[in-house]
């Protein structure tokens, strides 16, 4: 009867504690919190992923923005000497002064080491028979 009398009032080992939980069901709540805590966080990580990356895109963007700017400015410069104005105006655009007499040289366009046997027939051919030709060695049609 000394056994069961009230002086023992320890918690028994199967008991978990504070909260009386199990260590079983100990280990599932914290695996339940630490899954929260890590979907809790993982979209804003995403979320400051994906902008880090877009604003190196921009950032990049704006680097061949600012060359353009400068490549264009130093064109405008060029341009505003009408000696330059004048020499683009003939070169790209073949306009003349009054007076002037512009002429247009035609080069062929075949080159000289062509043998000129094929007549530009080859051109009428269609592909089959342009390719039967030089299989056969250039007989027949």
């Known amino acids: 009867m000394s056994r069961r009398s009230g002086k023992n009032t320890r918690p028994s080992a199967g008991t978990g504690g504070a909260f009386k939980l199990s260590s079983t069901r100990r280990a599932a709540v914290l695996a339940i919190l630490v899954c929260a805590m890590a979907l809790s966080v993982s979209v804003p990580l995403r979320t400051y992923l994906g902008q880090r990356d877009e604003l190196a895109d921009l950032e990049n963007r704006e680097h061949q923005l600012g060359e353009e700017v400068q490549r264009l400015a130093e064109r405008k410069t060029e341009l505003s000497d009408p000696q330059r104005l004048e020499t683009e105006a003939r070169e790209r655009l073949g306009y003349v002064r009054p007076g002037e007499t512009p002429y247009i040289v035609d ?26 030709k030089t299989l056969t060695g250039g007989e027949g049609k």
């Open 107 to 132: 080069l062929p366009s075949t080159s000289p080491g062509d043998s000129g046997d094929d007549n530009g027939d080859s051109e009428e051919q269609p592909w089959y028979q342009q390719l039967w």
